[in-house]
């Protein structure tokens, strides 16, 4: 079976992350397993195809979608229940590249419903051993994601910050305030030793990226674009002026990329291709 087949899936597990997210767990009892940072494609009959981060995949092959509530087909996931059926095509994309050196000096950076993708990367990390920095950045205290899970993380060798626009939890300000004050004190050649995963607001993203760059630090980011098809052949995901794909090319783009991607932080397609400013 291919990953572009499109497969039935029953909805196993439904768990209410916060207000307007939810996560839904399946089955997948194919030989298919996906690596962090890839996506799938799903449909929920008689409403559309959408893309969706895998946010988890464990050892018996249970994946994971985490799902924000903001349109038609995101209401319509919000609304399953445990036994309904979707269609599921996957994995597609590529995924995050995992550090061939044990030593190197990790942050998995997030803000939104970006910690999706994340927590599948801090979850294979984890399982190799490899300790890592994640910052979360959330509007509010209710919109952070997976925190029980990423304290457990704490716990053991890795680090957990996060913050709020408000302030009210955590601290006060944007990911990237935590990320430059905890670099801050970093010589050049820890510097050098660092990698940066990120996904979220194209915003932060490109704002990472700047500081990534002008400390010469390794730089990888996840993007979003509206897609129709996912596996390459309409090409409303292209990113000007390479006409890379998002769905094929991407999600994951790292600094050499994003430095000649014109559209990166500035435009986004709407559905009928036409570009408008992010
Ligand atoms: C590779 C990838 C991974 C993604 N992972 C997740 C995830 O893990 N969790 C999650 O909740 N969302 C994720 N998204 C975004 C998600 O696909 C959109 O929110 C979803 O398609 C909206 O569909 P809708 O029918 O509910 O909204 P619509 O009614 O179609 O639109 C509502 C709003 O969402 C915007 N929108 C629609 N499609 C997209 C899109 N593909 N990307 C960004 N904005 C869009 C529209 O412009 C509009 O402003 C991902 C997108 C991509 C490209
Ligand atoms: S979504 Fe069709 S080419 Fe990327």
């Given at each position: 079976m291919s990953e572009n087949t499109i497969k039935t899936i029953k909805i196993s597990r439904i768990i209410n992350e916060c207000k307007n997210v939810k996560t839904i767990i399946f089955h997948n009892s194919t030989e298919l397993r996906p690596n962090p940072g890839q996506f799938v494609m799903v449909w929920v009959p008689g409403v559309d195809e959408i893309p969706m981060s895998i946010s988890a995949c464990d050892e018996v092959n249970d994946w994971a979608i985490t799902v924000k509530n903001v349109g038609d087909c995101t209401q319509a996931l919000h609304d399953l229940k445990i036994n309904d059926l979707i269609g599921v095509r996957g994995p597609l994309g590529n995924s995050f590249d995992k550090p061939v050196n044990k030593n190197k000096n990790i942050f998995l950076i997030g803000g939104g419903i970006g910690m999706a993708p994340l927590r599948f990367l801090a979850y294979e990390l984890n399982k190799s051993n490899q300790d890592f920095k994640i910052i979360q950045g959330a509007k509010v205290e209710s919109d952070l994601l997976f925190m029980d899970e990423l304290y457990e993380y704490d716990r053991r060798n890795s680090e957990f910050h996060f913050c709020t626009d408000d302030g009210n939890?955590?601290?006060?300000?944007v990911t990237t305030d935590i990320f430059q004050k905890l670099i801050k004190e970093y010589t050049l050649e820890q510097l050098k030793n660092t990698i940066v995963y990120s996904c979220g607001p194209e915003i932060m993203l490109f704002k990472l990226f700047q500081i990534c760059v002008k400390h010469d630090i390794e730089f990888y980011a996840s993007l979003e674009r509206i897609m129709r098809c996912g596996c390459g052949i309409c090409g409303l995901c292209a990113l000007d002026p390479?006409?890379?794909?998002?769905?094929k090319d991407g999600p994951i783009f790292n600094s050499k990329q994003l430095e000649k991607i014109e559209d990166f932080g500035k435009f986004k397609r709407d559905f009928t291709g036409k570009k408008m400013s992010i």
């Open positions: 939890y955590g601290e006060k300000g390479l006409g890379l794909l998002v769905c």
